[in-house]
């Protein structure tokens, strides 16, 4: 059995098509931490719903600072380490580069359960670059989204071997069609038909203490800019305390933005095809919005260094208001494969199958 | 202030000349688990004699099998979390690439704590060579001890400088003089003035099983020899209990052979410059063994890929009393500065100072 | 020096007056948890303004499930056994029957450092009666806040003595006049010199699942009395997720009720004094409720088996808006010293002293 | 399914005629910490070569020290929260006094899964004598081994019915036969058929510091006297490290004694019927004792206030060789049924079985 760990929403996205076309090689999800709390999107639902089998380590630790993190990454140590020297799956799949993660590459390589690391030799700011190395370095399988990526974990000299083979985010992203959404959350209603923002700003924990200030800054120069605006709700990292105060008080004040806590995947690249530009410092401006051809207005320094496509403007000092209006104005830049040409899954499926058999025989 | 993370008691060695150098700045020294640990050489007494203060979260998760590393791995990271948030200190020094050191770098580099690792970009086998790359992907500051080393480091695209300082573990060792050693332990007298066999095998995390077969075998085929032995106990790593249930019958069986389990540093380089030959798969053997010119014979995988001087000769499937008894007949060989030249203590403190001044300025 | 340690706001108000009698004797307050949460009401931040000082153990698990309540305890209680053994008290104060409580009295008892209990002794529904037997079971020395309680945990058979000083809570609350409020929270204002209701209703741990349902049920039928509501934030346990949610969409859809998380300590006794009665499961109903002759309508199995004055009413089946119509009409009824006469702290500070004196003979 | 957990290896003759009593109801056994542990006579062995299903959860906390008891109850704590979440049991059995134990009540009770605690209502010296109260304030279904003990739980007001059903470790001792024994362990053989001491002496928690002393004089005095001696290897507890010390030097020097570490229970019950006396602090003197007519000598506070049988004498200051003199001329003192008449299991399989079918009614 492959047992694929998930830590947050997000990641299912970047692994949901491989788990497809891997069946019916037997693949189990667990779900631990945000992955499996119903306020932070509880994919566990979707991950059964999509008919794989479903464990769960539910909780995080709730604590507005960076120690918070290390708490929360030894409890899940203590977790992971437990469940799978019970279930002894035949290789374990982690992904990405959250700092829960480092939980699952321990808890794998320190019982020589085989490893396999999605999303490794991309570079980005915030703890998370650093995360991602030693991802890299625990693990015995890499599957990376970008050549460049690839060539980076390469140079680090990793154990085991380093396979391309785009990211299956794009999969998903190309797979789904424009059209309607209705919109969760609270606040006015957003016509999607015409020109609106769509933001999603995280907390970056090495600068958590200003987060709530970011938020402030970004909430006003939005608010200046007169459109309709979605604001996808925060990842649960240090920092998020004070953007969810600043978001609550602003709905509470009745500014015209629609705060939407979960978005179905589909409905959140239906938003992605139709916003005016995309405004914040999630990687799905980059990686989904690449292969949509999102105009996107990256900020600050989670993103730092990331292998960018031509659909972003990174902001650079002038009023971020007036920035928002440049980006809006740019004309739709054109689609690129950066991230992937939408066989990442059955690429990752493939590899995984052929280095499993090898290692049998 | 800078605190130094000893995990075990070898890591002592590897830091002590940097710390002396160091002073008058203030530093301070956490001994945990082993490290503080009276059945494993509880070496916080040794840094206390020596003058720095000393900080203990003691204990060890004793669990014969790899998962028990996990379980080791998550607790320390929890009491290292709630440590470190408490003591903030400027700085923090890790070192070397024990499983429970990935604690130590995850709850500092978590919490923005900057962190500094010492010998980083060796090879070996195991999954010590997977931790000390996890450990350089999370540090800030990179001091080595060979120059291929650093080279290594830097291609991995890590944060913050690398600088090549050698080893200080050999200041210490070209610093003890030649002198008659008081045996501690159980067994035999040795008679350090005639030819002996000086043996150091750890169990291989990975092949952890086989370890208790691995050590008898290593045990007949010393006996074959016919030269007095002084042995030494084996790390508290999964395996463990399997060797030490050999070495105890072997003991009870009146074995020829002197079982130690500390011997001071000092006394342990003078039974390295005065042995016919150092049996094992520790690391002194390279490291130490390479600058005081210690025939070396070096088993199986723990050590592969580690840089060599001339002392050690590789076991290559020859009957194990062969090639002890071949290794004892070598000449001597000279000595290298290949992990250092005596000078690193000194180095690493210049660099430490140098590179924390820059961060306040 | 003697440490106290809360793990949640409430807890303050049951031990400050003793804190504050024991002065100058050198007293250190550590706050764990939701003691030291924002969200939460951080109670820290009061204790260093009355001056004592103050360590701090923050986070707090997270996980809608009664399972996360183990969790929590099993990480407080490594937290905590960590802390104490560094800090060496001399006595350890733990309050009342919270199931984090169970971690502080295991990290002093088994350590060996005396343990002091408030408020054994009593009965209620919930977890939380066991646990405050088995922190009975725990500790060297019992303070109760009635006759009844201490005779109670003499039948125990418990280690140590049983004195019966009163509950400090009762000294806060005799000490603060009647005066106005400004309140804190969401939704309307209210007038606290014109009648209100004011509810104070946590989920019951051993019926989390039925928590929602439960609030659904009680914020229709303070609706229906159609007085204006004040109502407080419910306690972090397991099905607070529900309730929260009933709470939100009932601001979302503009319930005519005054929402607040956190009144300062003594608006809320004025907020108690004011009332026309108090609705809820809370102790604070039966405990300061008696002293200030609060009507109190009281529902559900949280509280069963505590004594009560002629205060309380116990809700029996009828519908719950008769239920708080009829208590309403009640005239006021004469407040009572069930639960002290306002001189608890001094009574305790003298018991500890001579203890500790004694110990020290 | 019923769930009993073990900590350690004795509780299982405490448990296991109950056990087997109860089949064909479906009942696992989970052996955690030292009850997993091969250096402590991994019971689980044994427990699945009599035919129950075996979970475990192995490893122990190594920390000599009280404070090492904490962090193993806290990671415990965890480790079976997660256990129990995932097994959901209908009812979970815990046995006598054990620190762990503690663990195993709050995760069951606090998750709602129904606790039996068997052996409540002793009274000993030791924290096991807290413990052991606050497994009855946290348990449901409470089976005792004596009346006096049954009549103690009942004065403590615990929820849930109280039996007294004896005690299944008497069930046990009642169904072995004389005869020979062949020893395990290390040091001389000794000959059962002539007189002989045996000796089981466990560190006293609450005075660890000195257990090492306390050894030392205890062996002298064994010696003294001159008769053969089988000694038992002590619990994992704190002071463990002190006592092994001088067990180890003991026989380093060729003390006429054998040392045993796991001697089978049968066997066990053999060398007490045979035994000129036992001395020490284990409560097997008394249990097992009292139903055997053993003569022992019963040293310092660990059973302290535990009912006792005509078998045993109580030291009292006088030389402790003489003690034991006094002690083997005793005449054979009558078998009691004090801590149970051999039908404890079946009579407890009864009332687990009655008390469930009323639950499920």
């Given at each position: 059995?492959?047992?694929?760990?998930?830590?947050?929403?997000?990641?299912?996205?970047?692994?949901?098509?491989?788990?497809?076309?891997?069946?019916?090689?037997?693949?189990?999800?667990?779900?631990?931490?945000?992955?499996?709390?119903?306020?932070?999107?509880?994919?566990?639902?979707?991950?059964?719903?999509?008919?794989?089998?479903?464990?769960?380590?539910?909780g995080i630790w709730d604590d507005?600072?960076?120690?918070g993190?290390?708490q929360m990454?030894?409890h899940?140590?203590?977790?992971?380490?437990?469940?799978?020297?019970?279930?002894?799956?035949?290789?374990?799949?982690?992904?990405?580069?959250?700092?829960?993660?480092?939980?699952?590459?321990?808890?794998?390589?320190?019982?020589?359960?085989?490893?396999?690391?999605?999303?490794?030799?991309?570079?980005?700011?915030?703890?998370?670059?650093?995360?991602?190395?030693?991802?890299?370095?625990?693990?015995?399988?890499?599957?990376?989204?970008?050549?460049?990526?690839?060539?980076?974990?390469?140079?680090?000299?990793?154990?085991?071997?380093?396979?391309?083979?785009?990211?299956?985010?794009?999969?998903?992203?190309?797979?789904?069609?424009?059209?309607?959404?209705?919109?969760?959350?609270?606040?006015?209603?957003?016509?999607?038909?015409?020109?609106?923002?769509?933001?999603?700003?995280?907390?970056?924990?090495?600068?958590?203490?200003?987060?709530?200030?970011?938020?402030?800054?970004?909430?006003?120069?939005?608010?200046?800019?007169?459109?309709?605006?979605?604001?996808?709700?925060?990842?649960?990292?240090?920092?998020?305390?004070?953007?969810?105060?600043?978001?609550?008080?602003?709905?509470?004040?009745?500014?015209?933005?629609?705060?939407?806590?979960?978005?179905?995947?589909?409905?959140?690249?239906?938003?992605?095809?139709?916003?005016?530009?995309?405004?914040?410092?999630?990687?799905?401006?980059?990686?989904?919005?690449?292969?949509?051809?999102?105009?996107?207005?990256?900020?600050?320094?989670?993103?730092?260094?990331?292998?960018?496509?031509?659909?972003?403007?990174?902001?650079?000092?002038?009023?971020?208001?007036?920035?928002?209006?440049?980006?809006?104005?740019?004309?739709?830049?054109?689609?690129?494969?950066?991230?992937?040409?939408?066989?990442?899954?059955?690429?990752?499926?493939?590899?995984?199958?052929?280095?499993?058999?090898?290692?049998?025989?």
């Open positions: 059995m492959i047992l694929c760990v998930l830590t947050a929403r997000p990641s299912y996205s970047r692994i949901q098509a491989a788990l497809e076309a891997l069946r019916p090689y037997p693949v189990s999800v667990l779900c631990v931490g945000a992955a499996a709390h119903p306020r932070y999107g509880n994919v566990s639902a979707q991950v059964q719903a999509d008919g794989f089998p479903v464990l769960t380590l539910p507005n600072h960076p120690g993190m290390v990454v030894g899940l140590t203590l977790a992971l380490g437990q469940e799978l020297r019970r279930l002894q799956p035949e290789a374990v799949i982690t992904i990405a580069d959250r700092y829960e993660t480092l939980a699952t590459a321990m808890a794998a390589s320190y019982q020589g359960l085989p490893l396999i690391h999605v999303q490794g030799g991309e570079v980005s700011g915030n703890i998370d670059d650093k995360v991602r190395k030693a991802n890299s370095a625990l693990a015995d399988l890499h599957l990376t989204a970008t050549a460049m990526a690839g060539a980076r974990v390469r140079s680090m000299g990793v154990r085991g071997q380093v396979h391309v083979t785009g990211c299956p985010s794009i999969d998903l992203a190309l797979r789904v069609e424009d059209g309607d959404v209705a919109l969760p959350g609270i606040g006015p209603e957003v016509d999607t038909r015409q020109p609106f923002l769509l933001v999603l700003h995280h907390p970056v924990t090495d600068e958590w203490q200003s987060a709530e200030q970011q938020t402030r800054v970004l909430l006003d120069a939005v608010m200046d800019t007169g459109l309709p605006t979605i604001w996808g709700w925060p990842n649960v990292d240090a920092g998020a305390a004070g953007v969810e105060k600043v978001l609550r008080v602003a709905h509470e004040t009745e500014a015209p933005i629609r705060f939407v806590r979960h978005v179905a995947p589909a409905d959140f690249i239906r938003l992605m095809r139709r916003c005016a530009a995309m405004v914040g410092n999630s990687s799905a401006l980059i990686r989904e919005g690449s292969a949509l051809g999102t105009k996107a207005l990256l900020l600050g320094r989670r993103q730092q260094g990331r292998e960018c496509g031509p659909n972003v403007t990174w902001w650079d000092r002038e009023p971020t208001a007036a920035a928002i209006e440049r980006v809006v104005q740019q004309p739709r830049p054109e689609p690129v494969t950066l991230y992937g040409d939408g066989q990442a899954g059955p690429r990752m499926a493939e590899v995984i199958q052929a280095w499993l058999r090898r290692k049998a025989a």
